[in-house]
């Protein structure tokens, strides 16, 4: 009961303009200061665009391919999460990261501003996953349903305009997305679409292998794909959050492994808010040219 209590709903305080749950603003400085180790992996996204896929086959391809060695804890114990921060006594990501020693595969949702500098200071190779505006939407607002820890969703209607507004925990989608790609080439960030990892799950494998400098051979790759599908990873209880507890994720309400498609915004959007999203979109878009895909 005590922790249903203190776990409930937290209310987003705004760091540098960015809305983040109270207890990463209010932790900010620790988190601010934080410096990694030049071998740490970066994968950072805005929350639902496919971290999770994203770190299974990171972790597969240090491990060549070996699920067993991957099965050792579940994704947020093998993958420290960097601002987060809980009411005690949950661990954060700063005390998680203080008893793992590099190279260590660290995640962040924080917009490319809100990273600590120590990263781009000590060239840590960073993964960017990027997913459609309105699948990432949809994903979302199952997502803030479930987890009872994030800001109330309310009805469907009203969460896509605070999408537009940027009033969704770690802020506007748009500066995301646009943030990561103005600075992937002097950063070195290799810059990953949720919608060509679905297209060719393979190629994008590789991609990222060959960013990390590793080299694995055929058949590995093909077990790491095999592992890494939507249905592997839904039935992996280390890579299916079903070891988080309710309340931070209630599953009966919506899976974290939810539907894992492109172009599930189609059974969510009405006519009149594809008009409304997609103007907005435009301007909003205009100052970036970024390859986002809505089908496939
Ligand atoms: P849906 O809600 O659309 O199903 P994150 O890991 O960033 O929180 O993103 C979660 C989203 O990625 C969810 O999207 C989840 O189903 C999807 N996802 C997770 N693993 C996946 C996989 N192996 N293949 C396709 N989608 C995956």
């Given at each position: 009961?005590?922790?249903?209590?203190?776990?409930?709903?937290?209310?987003?305080?705004?760091?540098?303009?960015?809305?983040?749950?109270?207890?990463?603003?209010?932790?900010?400085?620790?988190?601010?200061?934080?410096?990694?180790?030049?071998?740490?992996?970066?994968?950072?996204?805005?929350?639902?665009?496919?971290?999770?896929?994203?770190?299974?086959?990171?972790?597969?391809?240090?491990?060549?391919?070996?699920?067993?060695?991957?099965?050792?804890?579940?994704?947020?114990?093998?993958?420290?999460?960097?601002?987060?921060?809980?009411?005690?006594?949950?661990?954060?990501?700063?005390?998680?990261?203080?008893?793992?020693?590099?190279?260590?595969?660290?995640?962040?949702?924080?917009?490319?501003?809100?990273?600590?500098?120590?990263?781009?200071e000590n060239k840590c190779k960073t993964i960017y996953v990027a997913r459609n505006a309105k699948d990432n939407l949809v994903s979302y607002y199952h997502f803030d349903k479930m987890t009872l820890i994030q800001p109330e969703p309310g009805p469907w209607d009203g969460y896509i305009l605070k999408f537009m507004k940027g009033e969704?925990?770690?802020?506007?989608?748009?500066?995301?997305?646009?943030?990561?790609?103005?600075?992937?080439?002097?950063?070195?960030?290799?810059?990953?679409?949720?919608?060509?990892?679905?297209?060719?799950?393979?190629?994008?494998?590789?991609?990222?292998?060959?960013?990390?400098?590793?080299?694995?051979?055929?058949?590995?790759?093909?077990?790491?794909?095999?592992?890494?599908?939507?249905?592997?990873?839904?039935?992996?209880?280390?890579?299916?959050?079903?070891?988080?507890?309710?309340?931070?994720?209630?599953?009966?309400?919506?899976?974290?492994?939810?539907?894992?498609?492109?172009?599930?915004?189609?059974?969510?959007?009405?006519?009149?808010?594809?008009?409304?999203?997609?103007?907005?979109?435009?301007?909003?878009?205009?100052?970036?040219?970024?390859?986002?895909?809505?089908?496939?």
């Amino acid at each position: 009961k005590e922790i249903t209590e203190t776990m409930y709903r937290f209310p987003l305080i705004k760091v540098r303009g960015v809305p983040l749950r109270c207890y990463i603003a209010d932790n900010w400085d620790s988190i601010c200061a934080f410096r990694p180790d030049p071998s740490d992996i970066l994968i950072a996204t805005y929350p639902k665009a496919g971290t999770t896929w994203v770190q299974e086959i990171v972790d597969l391809l240090r491990h060549n391919g070996d699920a067993e060695a991957t099965s050792r804890a579940p994704t947020p114990e093998r993958f420290p999460f960097l601002e987060i921060h809980y009411p005690p006594p949950i661990p954060s990501g700063l005390s998680r990261l203080k008893n793992m020693d590099p190279p260590r595969v660290i995640k962040t949702h924080l917009p490319f501003q809100l990273v600590p500098k120590g990263f781009w200071e000590n060239k840590c190779k960073t993964i960017y996953v990027a997913r459609n505006a309105k699948d990432n939407l949809v994903s979302y607002y199952h997502f803030d349903k479930m987890t009872l820890i994030q800001p109330e969703p309310g009805p469907w209607d009203g969460y896509i305009l605070k999408f537009m507004k940027g009033e969704l925990a770690w802020g506007s989608w748009y500066d995301h997305v646009k943030g990561y790609w103005k600075e992937r080439k002097k950063n070195n960030i290799l810059y990953v679409f949720y919608e060509d990892m679905k297209e060719n799950p393979r190629r994008e494998v590789e991609r990222i292998m060959h960013y990390l400098d590793m080299s694995l051979g055929y058949d590995v790759i093909s077990h790491i794909v095999e592992l890494t599908s939507f249905k592997s990873m839904k039935e992996n209880p280390m890579a299916n959050y079903s070891s988080m507890p309710t309340p931070i994720f209630d599953q009966s309400i919506s899976p974290f492994m939810r539907k894992g498609e492109v172009g599930d915004w189609t059974n969510y959007f009405s006519p009149a808010q594809i008009q409304m999203f997609d103007d907005d979109y435009k301007r909003q878009m205009m100052d970036a040219d970024i390859p986002f895909r809505t089908n496939i």
